[in-house]
């Protein structure tokens, strides 16, 4: 429902759309609460003329003290006469009006303030993001949400528990409106640690650039979670665990990441990359001359995922910081291909290895080495990545009442490093998921077009796994 015109936009309502389409839910038809603008004006003139609802002109700030103290307004006891009349100058958004309101009369003594003559229509010159400049009055969310719902056909109205202290004026409300009752039910909100969910606050965020937009990889949207490698039946399994609680929940991402990866897991293909700063060649004495390529499953265990190339030649890349781990004449496991010996470690001035020379020794066991190694082919069929690293928007697990979340604002929130990927790794196609051996899962953002067009991959975890690959051709 949407009744500020100054805090919607139609980039919010589109991207709304698109999350419920992401989720697979299907309606019959879209409303809008603008849509009842007409109808919701002559309820709002039908209670002033009944003595339900009068125009206040009081300062906001003296307004909302009055309402503390249960302090009623100067204009409470206005004629029918005189309201009506600053109702129009409200409708024409003239000076005068603008100085008004329209506030229910309900009772300034009720112990549950939200009961305590509250706003029900503001004026506002802002242009509406759907009719333009039609009106300069709108209703306040009070007002508009008990009408709305009634006269669509709402017979239970599910709302979070932060509403709680308000249902009683959303049923009173209702009551003098002369409409029929709708039930509420309660819920609470799901809250996730280091997370804020405030649509006000996400805003900021596209705002400010602080992200690329509502479907940021970061984001705790729909299209965001589901960007970043998130699977929708994970995230309905996620939330059947909880059930409609009524209690506070504060939960960690990892048990849905947890419940994602074993819907992943068992079918996503694998893949390779090794970082390319510093990385390592290995020498292979004994490899082939010429290089050779064989065809291997992308997953062992699921024939689903299809098949990769994998060539195999005397030198290769390994990662730098594997390389850092070997000792000369240790044996290690170079996966989908076999046993090596290293023979001889290089290293700079600095003492980083620079280069590593061995032997193959196929018959070994893998069960006998330490390290067991991804590595790609020394190649120009290799393909330029860039991993993306994503952390949380804020610092702190959990904002406290009346804490501001921009004074807890994660400087450094993205990290890119540059890798080499298989070859195989241009054939992805967008929505793909992949795991990449020894570093992660992740999903196909934007695939391969051109060799000037990375393409992009997202996954699920945060520092130190990367999460985002844009992968090019070399």
């Not at 017979?155 to 528990?161: D, E, I, K, P, Y």
């Not at 991402?253 to 694998?270: A, E, F, G, Q, Y």
Request: neutral net charge.
């Amino acid at each position: 429902m949407i009744q500020i015109p100054s805090k919607e936009s139609n980039e919010f309502v589109d991207n709304l759309l698109k999350d419920i389409d992401t989720l697979g839910i299907k309606y019959e038809t879209i409303t809008h609460t603008s849509d009842y603008f007409p109808q919701l004006m002559e309820m709002a003139e039908n209670l002033i003329c009944q003595g339900k609802a009068y125009v206040d002109d009081t300062p906001r700030e003296q307004m909302q003290k009055e309402r503390m103290d249960g302090i009623e307004s100067k204009c409470r006891s206005n004629s029918v006469a005189e309201n009506l009349k600053l109702w129009k100058e409200m409708i024409a958004g003239s000076e005068r009006g603008l100085q008004c309101c329209v506030r229910g009369k309900l009772d300034m003594q009720d112990p549950n303030k939200s009961l305590r003559d509250p706003v029900y229509y503001r004026c506002n010159p802002v242009p509406h993001h759907r009719i333009g400049s039609k009106y300069k009055i709108y209703p306040t969310y009070d007002f508009a949400c008990p009408f709305v719902d009634s006269v669509e056909g709402i017979t239970h109205a599910l709302r979070s528990s932060e509403y709680h202290d308000r249902n009683a004026q959303y049923d009173r409300i209702q009551a003098d409106m002369g409409l029929r009752k709708v039930h509420l039910y309660e819920f609470s909100r799901l809250n996730m640690v280091y997370t804020i969910l405030s649509k006000r606050h996400l805003r900021w965020f596209v705002e400010n650039g602080k992200v690329d937009g509502w479907d940021d990889a970061r984001f705790p949207t729909v299209q965001g979670i589901v960007r970043r490698g998130l699977k929708v039946e994970a995230l309905v399994q996620f939330i059947l665990e909880q059930g409609a609680s009524k209690n506070l929940n504060l939960m960690e991402w990892d048990k849905l990441w947890t419940i994602n990866k074993k819907i992943i897991d068992p079918v996503c293909p694998r893949h390779t990359a090794v970082i390319e700063e510093h990385r390592v060649p290995l020498t292979l004495t004994d490899g082939p001359k010429q290089p050779f390529v064989r065809i291997i499953p992308r997953h062992k265990k699921h024939e689903g995922a299809g098949e990769k190339a994998t060539t195999y030649t005397n030198r290769i890349w390994v990662d730098h910081a594997d390389a850092e781990l070997i000792s000369v004449n240790e044996e290690i496991t170079l996966m989908d291909w076999g046993n090596a010996i290293v023979k001889e470690i290089e290293k700079d001035q600095n003492g980083k290895v620079t280069h590593l020379s061995g032997v193959l020794h196929l018959e070994g066991s893998v069960k006998t080495t330490k390290l067991k190694l991804t590595w790609l082919p020394d190649t120009s069929e290799l393909v330029n990545l860039t991993l993306v690293d994503f952390d949380y928007l804020i610092t702190k697990k959990k904002l406290e009442e009346g804490e501001s979340f921009q004074d807890v604002l994660n400087p450094f929130t993205k990290k890119e490093t540059a890798a080499l990927g298989d070859s195989n790794m241009r054939n992805l196609k967008r929505g793909e998921i992949l795991q990449l051996e020894r570093k992660g899962y992740f999903r196909c953002d934007a695939p391969f077009v051109r060799p000037s067009k990375p393409v992009v991959l997202l996954c699920n975890s945060r520092w130190p796994t990367s999460n985002l690959i844009e992968v090019d051709h070399i």
